[in-house]
């Protein structure tokens, strides 16, 4: 795969007629209309080799049901998977409902197989840790519970079940690996998948709530496969940096391989990036979530130079906005989604999982085509 870093005075037409491609050929492969500016530092995919090594690997991504369907329709065919986002449950282990129609119907159009996302998500949009610890110690809400997935997912034809419980007090760790191993036992009967998120640790006494109940060589038995939620170093309450910088990633890679099976392992790969204005204030400032594809725009619309982190395979910028405030931008683009799924040739890993696709990002699927064949099932 080529990659071109744009300099200044560089145009689309230039660049393309300096590497003797197409303009529209350039357009298509990066998502950039053929009108629109240009950022110094901005990546440009040129061409993939033609004898290029291929990986092949499982990919797939979370949606939630208000996706636009014109960005799901170009996105699901570089899908093993699709996760509806999300069924939540009571303490009672009732399953609150998500209005998941519409996207059955489109990952079957495009030979993507759906899995029934579970989580202790609210509808305020934080993970319940008192909710995990109730179903996971009372066994009629359990039992509740387990019933209910399995006839939802029967009902509706999901191909199997992903299940990402946060914030899991240390004490129902065994608990929680317990309730994966039963839904694997019952789903596997039927032919379908389990897959678990695990936060992103990288010792197995980690500190902390959102790491103490994930006990990865429990779950790592418990599932079919695990999800590593690789992301969220660069967060929304916390300093600017990048969201997943490549040495955090691989710590937490080669810890998980100390205890689970490499071919049981997903790499978490963020679809987003963050607006911090500065100067940060610990406790008062919050970053803005952002597409890539906005950051490269906001980084054309205040003239801003885009410049790449190697230690961390990241790329970032400043600008100064109307108001005069500064503000520090870190997000993704060619260079730091290739480093991250070069991981998984290196790591011999089973595949990728994306949060999420909402937000376009057409680099991404580019890269992610120059380098994974693509498994279906």
């Known amino acids: 795969m080529e990659i071109y870093v744009v300099q200044p005075g560089d145009t ?37 080799p033609q004898d290029r090594p291929i990986y092949e690997a499982s990919v797939y991504g979370y949606a939630y049901p208000f996706i636009d369907f014109g960005l799901l329709r170009e996105v699901l065919p570089f899908n093993t998977y699709l996760m509806p986002f999300t069924y939540g449950f009571t303490p009672s282990g009732e399953l609150v409902e998500l209005n998941d ?28 840790s008192a909710l995990a610890d109730i179903v996971l110690n009372n066994p009629q809400s359990r039992e509740n519970l387990i019933e209910n997935v399995i006839s939802t997912i029967d009902a509706k034809g999901y191909a199997g079940l992903d299940i990402d419980f946060e914030y899991i007090p240390s004490r129902s760790a065994a608990a929680y690996a317990a309730l994966v191993t039963e839904f694997r036992e019952r ?13 992103p640790k990288t010792s197995a006494d980690q500190r902390g709530l959102l790491y103490e109940g994930h006990d990865y060589g429990l779950l790592g038995q418990a599932a079919d496969y695990v999800l590593l939620m690789t992301y969220e170093w ?19 890679v ?90 998984l040739p290196e790591y011999s890993l ?22 994974i064949d693509i498994r279906r099932i």
């Open 187 to 199: 789903l596997n009967v039927e032919g379908k998948t389990v897959i678990v998120a695990l936060a």
């Open 101 to 128: 129609g519409a996207l059955l119907s489109l990952a079957r159009e495009y030979d993507t197989a759906p899995l029934m996302h579970l989580s202790t998500l609210t509808e305020e949009g934080g993970f319940d």
């Open 12 to 48: 689309l037409t230039n660049i393309a007629e300096n590497f003797g491609v197409s303009v529209r050929e350039l357009s298509a492969i990066n998502g950039i209309s053929l009108n629109e500016g240009l950022v110094v530092g901005q990546t440009v995919v040129i061409t993939f």
């Open 254 to 343: 080669e810890y998980a391989l100390t205890e689970i099976p490499r071919e049981k392992i997903y790499l978490g790969i963020p679809n987003y990036g963050y607006d911090w204005t500065l100067p940060f204030v610990q406790g008062e400032s919050r970053a803005q979530s952002i597409s890539n594809v906005s950051a490269v725009a906001l980084a054309r619309q205040y003239g801003a130079e885009i410049l790449f982190d190697e230690m961390a395979q990241s790329p970032y910028f400043n600008y100064t906005d109307g108001a005069g405030r500064l503000h520090e931008v870190h997000f993704e683009d060619a260079r730091s989604i290739s480093a991250k799924l070069s991981l």
């Open 350 to 371: 089973y595949g990728a999982g994306y949060w999420n696709l909402m937000r376009p990002f057409p680099q991404n699927w580019a890269v992610l085509s120059s380098l």
């Open 234 to 252: 660069g967060y929304t309450y916390g300093p600017p940096q990048a969201v997943a910088p490549i040495p955090n990633v691989r710590a937490v």
